[in-house]
């Protein structure tokens, strides 16, 4: 019985795929068609491919479940989590010969994404153990508020990308998740009892390779995902009570959260019936604080932390040039126009793509204040850009090295040869 | 190792009315596999869910052991979920591919060293615990797996379609696997799957959901000869029972020209219910190709042939003068007829096929019921 090979995605990218080889399995692509970056675990075959100016993912997974994940990556990008974006499925692909090979699932490769394996392939020291913890754990947490069940949280199934000296956090393998209208008690700890396992899991396997600090306890850090994930959840959600005349804890709660990058647009208010007490929690809780805020003022899409770093630029811009009692977006745009562009511009072109704007423009803000520190004097933004272009950017190339696994590893990671510009 | 108890219990997802799964009664067997089959959104995976800790339970109970788990977060009531994840860290050793959790859960080194090596040798993988994944073959690797599971010495494996994602070749030889690993292992274990074969092959016993409601439990021989009523008559069973609406009349059961012979006690308890009618059931082995003389027969159109070589299978549609009668009261859109593959008929041939005299299963037309002779 002949199939009829079916590509499921919208008509521009249906284009481009049909010129691959799909009658022959993933594993026995030439290379030719790929493009080697590195990847976490996994059971299915994945690999990369351009086409068009676009990198994609590629794994070959049975039909019903490329359909499945494909429905689910979609469902999430509607609920704006922050995941890989889906393309599409390519289903009914045969071999020549006649034997029936599984589906393909397509999702735009993540750019400037790091798998973990990648970020640990040089040590991995304490404290970014910690930050790549918290990434995951907001991301955990961001997922349960819109009812999502993981059910197979690990480092491999997520990606990381550079946050202003953190790291943010996506999610990448949806196989096994379920999106219901909230979750149960059971069903967050059964996400985190999973997270807690896999996470010990790849962390011995690192130690095993060497490549994590000795100082480093897979278990210590494991357990560190679950009370992490505790608290936040507690600062989320829970009631809280106190006396009426203490109401301005219920602004201090809004800034809590505010602080962790969550936005509450509604809160659950009752007052108890003697009027004394008043129990608070949030309804609403939005995550994207900061992200969006300066995406509202500047235009500038960033990630949180670098939206925090870089509105506190604009404050201080702000402050400096006199204007804070000015229209916010007013001044916003002037400090656009004053600091930041002409910073990205102070990049030589072809080192822009080595990292994204907001992401330099954090990197300059420090970079500067190293400086002046050094040479006792204040040093202006673009001098810092040059000199930061100069002295760090350039020899960037260096840490892309870490990217590329041995060729005895092949089938853990792939050997990785690529510098971030050819990604644009 | 454990009973497992489900008692009334029920689970009434928000938002709706219907029960996913209505006042569930099961009482499993210590060491007993037991599989939970249906159709997609029976309520099976629910059941196991709700047993896992997973869903919360709104009415009734559920026990394993004596121990009352109703309430209890997942990770306290001593059960594995199987297959969940099962990824394999290549710079480990088997062995610590196999026990990296147990170091988690604070369980000592010997300990650790004792439940692995006991593992390894169920596993057939004693002489490959100092070597890393890479160096196993693609089977070795799934038994490395499943020592995961296997040394945090659950009381319950619970595993849900575990080999949904396997290509069908590989999907038979693992479903041995289990089965036998399960068998030497004797953990009691519920399995959920949608597809009553793998059900029928695996399970001590099966329990047929629909609907949210349990329909029947038992082991696949008594499923299979005495299903009790007509859902599971149809959905057990490859390829399907044959089941049609036949007028009941003076000891026979008829329907156009096909004419059974009926016990009196079905005749009377059809009479009893006030009704006229039978659903009768017929599997295709108990079809018996006729001459086309005789009386009573159902003539059939062979549509297709399926040639299985000890067996052959043929799907056909009522071809006599009261053909339009009959397809309109048969449950599915075909007749299905096991011959002898070596006198097997052709595409487009009208046979006669009579009913195995006491093959028959009756069903109540009123409550859908198993009426026993
Ligand atoms: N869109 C993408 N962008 C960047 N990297 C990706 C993308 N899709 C997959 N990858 C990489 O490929 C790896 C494997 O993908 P994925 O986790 O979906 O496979 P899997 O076989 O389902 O894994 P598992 O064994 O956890 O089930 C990921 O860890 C990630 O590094
Ligand atoms: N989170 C939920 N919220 C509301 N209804 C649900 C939820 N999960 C399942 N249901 C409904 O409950 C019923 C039972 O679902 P369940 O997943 O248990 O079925 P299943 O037998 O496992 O089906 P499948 O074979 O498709 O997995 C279905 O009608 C389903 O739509
Ligand atoms: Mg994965
Ligand atoms: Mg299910």
């Not at chain 2, 109970?61 to 290549?90: C, E, S, W």
């Not at chain 2, 038994?143 to 949904?164: C, H, K, N, T, Y």
């Not at chain 2, 329907?255 to 308890?269: F, M, Q, R």
Request: with cysteine.
């Amino acid at each position: 019985m002949s199939m009829e090979l079916r590509i499921l995605a919208a008509p521009r990218e249906q284009q481009a795929l049909l010129d691959l080889p799909w009658d022959m399995p993933l594993e026995q692509w030439p290379e030719w068609y790929l493009v080697a970056l590195p990847r976490g675990i996994s059971r299915h075959v994945v690999r990369f491919t351009r086409l068009g100016g676009n990198v994609y993912a590629l794994k070959e997974i049975v039909k019903p479940y490329a359909d499945r994940e494909y429905q689910m990556l979609r469902d999430l990008a509607r609920l704006d989590v922050p995941a890989v974006q889906a393309v599409g499925v390519v289903s009914g692909r045969e071999a020549p010969g006649g034997e029936s090979l599984d589906s393909v699932l397509v999702t735009r490769h993540l750019q400037f994404s790091l798998p973990y394996r990648a970020l640990f392939a040089r040590m991995m020291r304490r404290d970014t153990v910690d930050r790549l913890i918290d990434a995951l754990v907001v991301l955990i947490a961001r997922l349960h508020l819109t009812g999502f069940y993981w059910g197979d949280c690990s480092l491999s199934n997520t990606l990381f990308r550079r946050d202003a000296g953190a790291f943010a956090a996506y999610l990448v393998d949806a196989e096994t998740g379920e999106l219901h209208n909230g979750l149960s008690d059971g069903q967050r700890a059964h996400d985190l009892d999973t997270a807690r396992t896999n996470i010990a899991g790849e962390m011995m396997d690192l130690l095993a390779a060497g490549q994590l600090d000795e100082s480093v306890d897979p278990i210590g850090v494991s357990d560190q995902v679950v009370e992490r994930y505790e608290a936040l959840w507690t600062e989320l959600t829970e009631w809280e009570a106190f006396d009426v005349n203490e109401r301005w804890r219920i602004a201090r709660r809004v800034d809590r959260l505010n602080e962790l990058g969550f936005d509450v647009d509604e809160l659950d208010i009752v007052t108890d019936i003697g009027g004394r007490t008043i129990r608070v929690q949030p309804k609403v809780v939005d995550p994207g604080h900061h992200s969006r805020r300066l995406l509202r003022l500047t235009g500038i899409d960033a990630q949180e932390n670098q939206a925090r770093r870089l509105l506190n630029d604009l404050d201080t811009y702000a402050a400096v040039t006199e204007q804070q009692g000015e229209d916010e977006e007013i001044v916003a745009n002037a400090w656009v126009m004053d600091s930041y562009e002409p910073v990205l511009r102070a990049i030589p072109r072809d080192l822009r793509g080595k990292l994204e704007g907001p992401e330099i423009f954090h990197e300059v803000l420090e970079h500067r204040w190293y400086l002046s520190e050094n040479l006792g004097r204040d040093i202006g933004l673009e001098e810092a850009a040059r000199d930061y272009a100069d002295t760090v950017l350039r020899h960037k190339p260096d840490e892309l090295a870490i990217l590329g696994g041995t060729s005895a590893e092949a089938d853990t990671t792939q050997p990785f040869r690529i510098t971030w510009s050819d990604l644009q | 190792m454990a009973t497992v108890t489900f008692d009334k219990a029920t689970r009434i997802y928000p938002g709706t009315d219907k029960p996913a799964v209505d006042a569930l009664d099961l009482a499993i067997e210590d060491g007993e596999f037991l599989v939970l089959v249906g159709p997609s959104g029976c309520g099976k995976s629910t059941s196991l869910r709700m047993l896992a800790g997973l869903e919360e339970v709104d009415g009734g109970a559920i026990r394993i052991g004596d121990r009352d788990v109703t309430h209890m977060p997942p990770k306290d009531r001593d059960i594995a979920m199987v297959f969940q994840n099962y990824a394999l860290y290549p710079h480990m050793t088997v062995a610590d591919n196999m026990g990296f959790a147990l170091k988690i859960a604070g369980v000592s080194k010997d300990e650790i060293r004792r439940r692995v090596g006991d593992a390894a040798k169920l596993l057939d993988l004693a002489e490959y615990l100092d070597r890393k994944p890479k160096a196993l073959s693609g089977g070795q690797r799934q038994r490395v797996a499943m020592g995961r599971a296997i040394v945090r010495e659950p009381q319950v494996f619970l595993m849900d379609e575990p080999l949904s994602n396997l290509d069908a070749k590989l999907r038979v030889s693992t479903r041995t696997q289990i089965a036998s690993l399960q068998r030497r292992l004797g953990i009691t274990t519920v399995y959920v799957t949608h597809d009553q074969v793998e059900a029928m092959t695996m399970g001590d016993r099966v329990a047929v959901l629909n609907a949210g409601l349990l329909q029947q439990v038992d082991s696949p021989l008594g499923l299979y000869d005495k299903p009790s009523n007509v859902f599971v008559a149809g959905f057990i069973g490859s390829p399907a029972m044959n089941i049609a609406t036949f007028d009941v009349k003076d000891g026979r059961a008829t329907l156009g020209n096909a004419d059974v012979a009926i016990p009196a006690s079905i005749s009377s308890k059809v009479a009893a219910e006030g009704s006229d009618t039978v659903v009768l059931g017929f599997r295709p082995e108990s079809l018996l190709p006729a001459s086309a003389e005789e009386t009573g027969g159902i003539p059939v159109l062979v549509d297709v042939v399926e040639e299985l070589g000890s067996d052959a299978y043929v799907y056909g549609r009522p071809a006599g003068p009261a053909a339009e009668e009959q397809a309109d009261r048969l449950r599915s859109d075909q007749i299905i007829a096991r011959v002898e593959p070596r006198n097997a008929p052709q595409k487009g041939e009208k046979i006669n096929f009579t009913v195995r005299p006491g093959s028959e299963h009756f069903f109540s037309v009123k409550t859908g019921e198993r009426l026993e002779p």
